[in-house]
């Protein structure tokens, strides 16, 4: 008789044998790079349980440039945070982002967190900025704010396309895009694909532009239905895979030609970002492998 638990371990036995890692990913782009091009890999502490220092020796351990965190809300956090990398001497892009639906406290209170981050000099933040259902006038209020922050402190601001906030969709991004001409972008374009119902394959132009604009890049990879497949490794997601590289092989090309920094964060995320079994709960995959296999097959391709 098979039990529940022979079951399992016979899916994840299979399962593993299905895994095809697409090798020609992992091989070098073939493109001269001038000078002042960079690759900067960044860990996610989404979905780990452990300290600041515990998070700070595995993302050393397995040879990630630093970490992006949410900017933490209290000082004891942020000092724990601090020492942790200095100790593991490690950069650090903050993420930040409003959750009031009242557009004039949202405004407040985005535009003060958004000052006191650039001030600890971050090599970069990242925003969610906004809200889907804001006015357009309202969003470029918001990112207007940040273009002055930006000038001010010489730190990079990006706009995450992610669902829910201000870059939601392809469309109203190129239309920020288009009465914006500071506007400089976070691409999580597996956002994209989940709100689009494809692989953008009929919007060609607008995510051009986008990938024009894009100075950081979530690398998550998304499908029709949804913004995360549940192991890039297994070979049905081919497609999506490859669609994602080649959009971020847009983007590092043209930063290899102008001599610029790029960077990534390996944003594979836990339960229910990762699908899970019903009533167990249990992950069908490990979201920390699946980020370090993206970190060391982004490494191999762009470095």
């Not at 349980?49 to 956090?77: F, I, M, R, S």
């Not at 890039?232 to 610029?260: I, T």
Request: charged share 25%; with cysteine; aromatic share 10%.
């Amino acid at each position: 008789m098979t039990t529940r638990r022979d079951f399992l371990s016979a899916t994840a036995a299979s399962a593993s044998l299905l895994l095809t890692p697409l090798k020609d990913l992992a091989a070098p782009t073939e493109s001269k790079s001038a000078p002042g091009f960079s690759v900067l890999i960044m860990g996610t502490n989404w979905g780990f349980g452990g300290t600041w220092d515990e998070l700070g020796a595995k993302v050393k351990k397995e040879g990630y440039d630093g970490v992006e965190v949410w900017w933490p809300g209290d000082e004891k956090n942020r000092n724990e945070l601090f020492a942790m990398l200095s100790k593991y001497t490690l950069k650090v892009g903050f993420l930040y982002g409003s959750g009031e639906s009242d557009f004039t406290k949202h405004e407040k209170q985005f535009q003060e967190v958004i000052s006191a981050v650039a001030k600890t000099k971050p090599i970069y933040i990242n925003c969610h900025s906004g809200k889907d259902y804001f006015s357009a006038e309202q969003k470029f209020k918001l990112i207007n704010y940040t273009t002055g922050v930006s000038a001010t402190s010489e730190v990079p601001i990006y706009h995450e396309t992610h669902r829910g906030r201000a870059c939601y969709s392809a469309t109203v991004t190129r239309e920020l895009i288009e009465k914006i001409p500071e506007l400089r972008l976070t691409l999580d374009i597996s956002h994209w694909c989940n709100v689009h119902e494809s692989l953008l394959q009929d919007q060609e132009e607008t995510v051009n532009l986008a990938l024009n604009r894009t100075d950081h890049i979530h690398a998550r990879i998304g499908h029709a239905e949804g913004p995360q497949v549940n192991d890039p490794r297994a070979p049905e997601w081919e497609n999506a895979v490859k669609a994602h590289f080649a959009w971020w092989d847009n983007v590092v090309d043209r930063k290899r030609k102008e001599g610029k920094s790029i960077t990534f964060l390996t944003e594979f995320g836990p339960p229910h970002y990762l699908p899970a079994l019903p009533y167990t709960q249990q992950p069908v995959a490990n979201q920390w492998d699946i980020n370090v296999y993206m970190l060391q097959t982004l490494r191999k391709r762009y470095s």
